[in-house]
């Protein structure tokens, strides 16, 4: 199983900028996709998760400025990002416990870089 993120980048503050992911692999079922952030220094922080009924929890941070969605057909899970702000700079990794070979397990993409300039 892997998990492959895409969408990272340079934008200005108040700009926006959507994350992708897309699991590929020998997998049976997604229960919980999500996207976390990590600036140096600091713990890996959740940013927004998606669970299978569509459900979805985000953090204060992310409340009223990003979206998580998913589609399950591609196993992809999207994080758009609006009204960024520099403070929301980090590597964003996203995240899936699945169903695969024989096992639940959490998978973590490589994460990809945002950067927010004021």
Same mark, same amino acid.
């Given at each position: 199983?892997?998990?492959?993120?895409?969408?990272?980048?340079?934008?200005?503050?108040?700009?926006?900028?959507?994350?992708?992911?897309?699991?590929?692999?020998?997998?049976?079922?997604?229960?919980?996709?999500?996207? *976390? @952030?990590?600036?140096?220094?600091?713990?890996?922080?959740?940013?927004?998760?998606?669970?299978?009924?569509?459900?979805?929890? *985000?953090?204060?941070?992310?409340?009223? @400025?990003?979206?998580?969605? #998913?589609?399950?057909? #591609?196993?992809?899970?999207?994080?758009?990002?609006?009204?960024? #702000?520099?403070?929301?700079?980090?590597?964003?990794?996203?995240?899936? *416990?699945?169903?695969?070979?024989?096992?639940?397990?959490?998978?973590?993409?490589?994460?990809?870089?945002?950067?927010?300039?004021?």
């Amino acid at each position: 199983v892997q998990l492959q993120a895409s969408g990272g980048g340079l934008v200005q503050a108040g700009g926006s900028l959507r994350l992708s992911c897309a699991a590929s692999g020998s997998i049976t079922s997604i229960n919980l996709l999500g996207w *976390y @952030r990590q600036v140096p220094g600091k713990q890996r922080e959740m940013v927004a998760l998606i669970n299978s009924g569509g459900g979805t929890t *985000y953090a204060d941070s992310a409340k009223g @400025r990003h979206t998580i969605s #998913k589609d399950n057909a #591609k196993n992809t899970v999207t994080l758009q990002m609006n009204s960024l #702000k520099p403070e929301d700079t980090a590597v964003y990794y996203c995240n899936a *416990y699945l169903w695969a070979l024989g096992s639940w397990k959490t998978y973590w993409g490589p994460g990809t870089l945002v950067t927010v300039s004021s």
